[in-house]
């Protein structure tokens, strides 16, 4: 039963998260983002766009090379 569990911390259940949604490049950055969050160098809002941007740029570049790719 999971009622006897503690609850995760809110950073790993966004970790479980970005996981889920497989969501890599946003992973690896994460704890970057979250030490940038803590110095009072980036807010909420800017962290979340942060990992999104991170992500959405892996995603374009994997996506422009398989477009690049010749038909054998």
Sequence with gaps: MRDHLPPAAPIERIRTHL?????PR????LDQVVQ??????????????????????IREA?????????PA
């Design 19 to 23: 996981v889920s949604l497989r969501m």
């Design 26 to 29: 946003a992973l690896e950055a």
């Design 36 to 57: 940038q969050l803590e110095r009072g160098q980036t807010t909420a809002i800017e962290a979340i766009e942060m990992l999104l941007a991170e992500e959405l740029t």
């Design 62 to 70: 994997d996506a422009s090379r398989r477009r690049c790719k010749w």
